[in-house]
């Protein structure tokens, strides 16, 4: 199988950062001393000793206490050379973990991704599902990554269309569904992973996602994930046909690419969306044929630009969406035909911008719109606006 984007290689052991024995030893022991010496100094101190009898003699007594000194060195001194070798041993074995560990990561990896490759859907879904697996098992986030650069790839490479439903096409019919299955299970699994908190066992936040030019032409469930940290890319993807949820989803901290995305025979939602923090960019997309909810979305602290979309034959209804904070661009944004609806929106800011943007047919609403009219609206739509371009009365008052 051969992949738009090259996965990332596989670290084949993981490199030890010891000091050698000898270095170890004379760090340990210098550190004993230092220990050792100013225990010996605060006693001195704190007992107040002002000098050393040089007159007395060595008696029995003291010689004993000598001795059990010296042993009591030389036994600590083994003490310490039996850590720092414990030390080493126990790093070398957690090493030697991890390079079993990676080996077998490493062959479970080249078995799925050969069944990506087959024939057989059924193998094609196991493969998936054992990809799946090895991400959320992986040893280290690099291994993670590459697994799901694989599944990314698979949605990225080209696939025939369905044939329809002729009777003399039944058979590829079959298959073309087979293999749509495939790749639906693929989305299905991430928006999984993304549901699930961030740091816990099989929780991909924070990875890449890369889908760009993907086709999503099915029902898929992203309801709730977060996307915080890592860059999930759409760019040039194509929405068509089915329900796309994003409802209740979490933007933030992140970078999602919708750049030159089309929208088109489906149903997408980013009702009651949080947008908070990062980008979340719509630039230059399509919205032809479509209903794009944002419905209650919350537009707070992050950059959402649609600049240079095109909004024509779809309805995008933005009622009771909430902008502050943020930076919402529509400008040198088309609306033709269609319906776009700003109805009971709160503009609480003035960084909602529709600079440059052109009305031409299809009705844009902001009826019930509270707070400052939005930079560029008034001199983009005109005054009166055009047939079609629904303003609150307030923001006609501030015109004249």
């Known amino acids: 199988m051969t992949a738009n984007r090259k996965p990332r290689s596989l670290p084949n052991e993981q490199k030890l950062r010891l000091w050698g024995v000898g270095w170890a030893l004379a760090l340990a022991f210098a ?16 007992l107040d000793f002002q000098k050393i009898d040089t007159t007395a003699k060595l008696d029995a007594k003291t010689l004993f206490d000598l001795v059990k000194l010296s042993f009591g060195v030389v036994a600590g001194a083994g003490a310490l050379v039996a850590l720092v070798v414990a030390y080493r041993r126990q790093r070398v074995d957690e090493a030697g973990a991890h390079r079993e560990t990676t080996r077998l990561h490493t062959e479970r990896f080249s078995q799925a991704v050969d069944k990506l490759g087959s024939d057989s859907p059924a193998v094609r879904l196991g493969g998936v599902h054992a990809l799946a697996g090895l991400a959320d098992d992986a040893p280290d986030d690099s291994l993670r990554q590459t697994c799901i650069d694989v599944l990314c790839a698979y949605l990225q490479l080209p696939f025939t269309p369905d044939p329809g439903t002729d ?21 299905r699994l ?49 929405f068509s046909g089915g329900e796309v949820l994003f409802s209740d989803a979490t933007f933030s901290g992140s970078t999602v690419i919708f750049t030159g995305a089309t929208f088109s025979g489906s149903t997408v939602l980013f009702s009651d969306a949080t947008f908070s923090d990062g980008e979340v960019a719509f630039s230059v997309a399509t919205f032809s044929g479509s209903t794009v909810f944002f419905s209650d979305a919350t537009f707070s602290g992050s950059t959402v630009p649609f600049n240079g979309a095109t909004f024509s034959g779809s309805t995008v209804p933005f009622n009771g969406a909430t902008f502050s904070g943020s930076t919402v661009l529509f400008s040198d944004a088309t609306f033709s035909d269609g319906e776009v609806v ?51 009365s307030a923001w006609l008052l501030s015109a004249s």
């Open 31 to 46: 550190a004993a001393v230092l220990a050792a010496g100013g225990t010996l100094y605060g006693l001195v101190v704190l």
């Open 167 to 187: 009777p003399a096409d039944q058979e590829e019919h079959h298959r073309y569904l087979a293999f749509r299955k495939v790749r639906h299970t693929i989305l």
């Open 190 to 238: 991430i928006g999984d992973h993304y549901r699930r908190p961030k740091g816990t066992h099989r929780s991909w936040q924070g990875c890449d996602l890369d889908l760009t030019g993907v086709t999503i032409d099915g029902s898929i469930d992203f309801r709730s994930a977060e996307f915080s940290d890592g860059t999930v890319s759409f760019s040039d993807a194509t």
């Open 342 to 392: 700003f109805i009971y929106a709160t503009f609480s800011d003035r960084e909602v911008s529709f600079g440059g943007a052109t009305f031409s047919g299809g009705e844009v609403s902001f009826y019930g719109a509270t707070g400052p009219v939005p930079p560029g609206l008034l001199a983009a739509g005109g005054t009166p606006p055009p047939a079609g371009v629904t303003l609150p």
